[in-house]
């Protein structure tokens, strides 16, 4: 053989041979990611008693209440659940005006779960894969804080989230056990996969880098759910959403104890001058226990943040902020701004029919009383993209209702 033939079919040998190296670390990767994917499946999909198709597309498992997801935190190892007790789910029904309280989710028409189990929304593959990673799965994004002057004048300066963008109601003291509003249910645009839009109620330690925080309302999140739907959540951090904490049963800690799905898509949804639906979310603090109960439509039990989980927060919270939230890596001086809708997507000046509200705004300290914050801001971190509006004026009320929202870019004023 010549020297340019032996030449030639080295480096066809070592062309083959890098190929098939190649492809057997692709296959090694594959292989693993697999494996973690399953691993991760079987974690957070418990055995079901009973399996319910929803007809939006989502599977529902009837799971035995004490093999949640909650009892793989090394915190809850007991099993042991606390039912919310009944004068917590005693509350002043306030549904007025043109709202239709038939607001739920759509499972609900495809069956139900029976007794002693709870229904959890199934996780597949695919939900899986559309995160930035197994671990994150769940998970607010990673987010970076900038210090700034603190309206609210707390002791500390406040922290504000570089991708997040929100206008909301704020209330500042000490001793708040508890605080619920009607949410106005809209379903407003994602303009990005990996955005996702909120309407909902913080009850929170503090606002530094590190403050404790449980959450619940309405979202739109396609990175999460697979889907623009609008849907029932609740999320809980320790600190700041870096390391504890995720969305509905994602991760080990919220103990669910009623047949609410979290996660679960809600229905019907309201549009401009048309009939207006609510839906009442109320999270409340029993003393005795430290636990964080949520419960919604008044007097449904959804389930309970333990005390456990947390730290300060199970003995009350200082601030309470009801409104939006957009989250994405497109805002705040990030050109362009991205057009991912708050509430109706219209701004608070539209007011009825037209944007995004909360009304019957309560708080509840240990006077166990409900009642409307003595002090409440208004805050808008991008006036120009998503706004805040207390109505005082609004004539079938008592108390004011608060608007919020936004389209997100808009030019010429949100680039």
């Known amino acids: 053989m010549g020297k340019r033939k032996f030449a030639m079919l080295l480096l066809w040998v070592l062309f083959g041979s890098s190929i098939i190296l190649h492809l057997h670390v692709e296959a090694k990767v594959s292989s693993r990611l697999e494996r973690e994917i399953e691993a991760k499946l079987k974690q957070l999909n418990k055995p079901a008693v009973k399996t319910i198709k929803s007809e939006d597309g989502d599977i529902i498992d009837c799971v035995n209440i004490y093999d949640q997801p909650a009892f793989d935190h090394p915190a809850l190892k007991n099993r042991t659940i606390k039912m919310m007790p009944d004068y917590l789910l005693e509350s002043e029904h306030s549904n007025t005006g043109d709202e239709e309280p038939v607001i739920f989710q759509t499972w609900q028409k495809s069956g139900s779960c029976p007794k002693g189990t709870i229904p959890i929304r199934r996780i ?21 804080f900038n210090n700034s002057t603190n309206s609210l004048d ?36 994602v303009a990005r996969p990996n955005d996702f839009t909120t309407a909902q109620i913080w009850c929170k330690n503090d606002n530094n880098p590190y403050f404790e925080s449980v959450e ?68 409340f603090l029993e003393p005795d226990s430290g636990n964080w109960y949520l419960k919604i439509k008044n007097n449904i039990a959804v389930g309970y943040w333990p005390a456990k989980i947390l730290d300060t927060l199970r003995h009350s919270a200082i601030l309470v902020e009801w409104g939006g939230q957009v989250s994405s890596t497109n805002i705040k001086k990030v050109i362009p701004h991205t057009g991912t809708q708050m509430g109706s997507g219209d701004f608070a000046n539209g007011r009825y029919g037209e944007a995004c509200f909360m009304q019957n705004v309560r708080i509840k300290d240990y006077s166990q009383q409900l009642k409307y914050p003595a002090s409440v801001s208004v805050m808008q971190e991008e006036p120009f993209c998503y706004s805040a509006a207390n109505d005082a004026d609004y004539g079938k009320e008592k108390n004011p209702v608060f608007y919020f929202g936004g389209p997100g870019r808009d030019l010429p004023n949100c680039p």
């Open 124 to 144: 597949l593959k695919e939900d899986l894969l559309r995160a930035a990673s197994i671990e994150l799965f769940g998970r607010k994004s990673p987010q970076m």
């Open 216 to 283: 619940s309302g309405w979202m739109v999140n396609p990175r999460l759910y697979g889907d623009t739907a609008t849907r029932f959540f609740a999320y809980w951090t320790r600190d700041s959403y870096r390391s504890t904490g995720c969305f509905d049963l994602t991760c080990s800690g919220f103990v669910q104890t009623g047949q609410v799905v979290l996660g679960g898509k809600l229905g019907p949804i309201s549009y401009p001058d048309t009939p207006q639906y609510i839906l009442n979310v109320g999270m």
């Open 154 to 189: 707390l002791k500390t300066d406040s922290f504000i989230p570089e991708n997040r963008s929100s206008a909301y109601l704020v209330t500042l003291g000490y001793n708040f056990i508890g605080a619920q509003a009607d949410i106005n249910v809209w379903n407003p645009k």
